[in-house]
């Protein structure tokens, strides 16, 4: 194991991506908090962690849960060094035309108003000691007009300005913001959506691109999806000193896919 590398916190850690992310750096020798809003699943997490990680219940988009779960973390695992703010959901692939207000302001408030409520009480900690890395969960749906529907491509293209916009604020005062887009990966999260999002929402998993095999040849440069330990190798470089010059930056996970 590495050398202890301070207290990272990753949302959404009770499945898909932020498991995956929450097992990697533990095993890369940071003291994690896993955060998620499904207690059970992230108590799964801790477990397969080895017991290493702390589980904590909390919904991004409201900030009182957010702050009780960070200020849990801090007083058990010690300074705040790396912030993932990974929670986000799928908006089921549907237009503007399709789309009613409701779905559109569940979206927003977990995959954008999520990451900025995450990202605002990361740096309450970090700003007075003048140093963290903070990586944001967007998507090649950010830098697109495809890959998700309306509410998640407008979600994931304001992670992306939102990270690149705390880049330049707050670089010279010792905090690396970046993010990481991914491509199309092999996770539950459409199944995972549509549980959080509710019997009101139609069935979307046969809506959108990278539905089957097929679809994924056709899209990708690579021919297949990548995996949750593609995307948490990616995050772990962010969240580690080898990327210290690195800040703004959207890196892009997808087998080639935004090289077409």
């Known amino acids: 194991m590495s050398a202890q590398q301070g207290l990272a916190i990753v949302t959404g850690a009770g499945s898909g991506l932020g498991r995956a992310i929450a097992l990697k750096l533990t095993a890369d020798g940071f003291a994690v908090a896993a955060l998620d809003l499904d207690e059970s699943a992230v108590r799964e997490t801790a477990r397969l962690a080895g017991g290493k990680a702390l589980a904590l219940q909390a ?16 007083a058990e695992l010690g300074p705040l060094e790396a912030m993932v703010n990974n929670a986000g959901i799928l908006d089921g692939y549907f237009d503007v035309d399709e789309m009613d207000e409701a779905l559109w302001r569940k979206v927003i408030d977990i ?110 440069p690579a021919g297949v999806r990548g995996t949750p330990g593609n995307i948490a190798d990616a995050v772990a470089f962010l969240a580690s000193g080898a990327a210290d010059y690195i800040n703004g930056h959207a890196l892009v996970v997808d087998g080639g896919w935004r090289a077409k």
Not at 59 to 74: F, H, M
């Open 59 to 74: 919904d991004v988009s409201r900030a009182a849960e957010l702050d009780r779960a960070v200020t849990a973390a801090v």
């Open 111 to 220: 995959d954008l108003t999520g990451v900025f409520l995450g990202c605002k009480r990361a740096l309450r900690e970090m700003l007075p000691r003048q140093r963290g890395r903070i990586v944001n969960m967007a998507s090649v749906a950010g830098l697109n007009g495809t890959g998700g529907g309306a509410a998640y491509i407008a979600a994931k293209h304001g992670v992306v300005g939102l990270t690149r916009q705390m880049a330049v604020q707050y670089g010279a005062r010792g905090i690396r913001t970046n993010c990481v887009c991914p491509g199309p990966v092999a996770t539950g999260l459409r199944a995972h959506s549509q549980a959080i999002l509710g019997p009101g929402v139609p069935d979307m998993s046969g809506r959108g691109v990278a539905v089957n095999d097929d679809m994924v040849r056709a899209l990708v």
